[in-house]
């Protein structure tokens, strides 16, 4: 637990990135969640009833929708690689003080190898696995919910299948 709390300490300096990153997650989510209730009233509303001008209005809203979150997108991704890439930079200066702080039987018995493989190949698989937290799966569980919060907003009773589909 000790090492976890290490970990998650390197990215205290980039507290408001992360918030930053968090925000436009959510409000990537929104946007793409807005997009099949603007379909279904372009449908229902606009094609339905021949309503050209509500179809124009609808398909406007839904390429901004579409441009929104695309936007946040590409924000949320470039600012969680740029975190990811400074939390990697800050972990490898850690452990190269780290390293130069061991005495030479430690080195010795560790063995200059393996802490060059340290010092490079797991600083890079822990930098690999926060950008993809950062712009991959935290996007799954907001999105998840924002699906659920949707469907029981259409109906309640149905949404309910969602408790038996979903596990």
Request: hydrophobic share 55%.
């Amino acid at each position: 637990m000790q090492g976890n709390l290490r970990w998650l300490s390197l990215l205290r300096p980039y507290r408001w990135r992360l918030a930053l990153v968090l925000a436009c997650q959510c409000g990537q989510t929104l946007a793409a969640l807005l997009l099949p209730r603007l379909s279904a009233e372009l449908i229902d509303q606009g094609v339905a009833l021949h309503d050209t001008r509500l179809m124009g209005q609808l398909g406007g809203w839904m390429l901004l929708a579409a441009l929104v979150q695309l936007g946040l997108s590409l924000v949320a991704l470039a600012l969680g690689a740029r975190i990811a890439m400074d939390a990697g930079r800050d972990l490898r200066g850690a452990l190269f003080a780290h390293v130069h702080s061991l005495s030479l039987a430690e080195v010795q018995r560790l063995g200059v190898p393996s802490l060059i493989t340290r010092c490079t190949n797991d600083v890079l698989q822990l930098q690999t696995l926060l950008a993809m937290i950062l712009t991959v799966i935290m996007l799954a569980p907001l999105m998840g919910l924002g699906g659920v919060a949707m469907a029981m907003r259409q109906d309640v009773r149905l949404s309910g299948l969602l408790l038996v589909a979903v596990p």
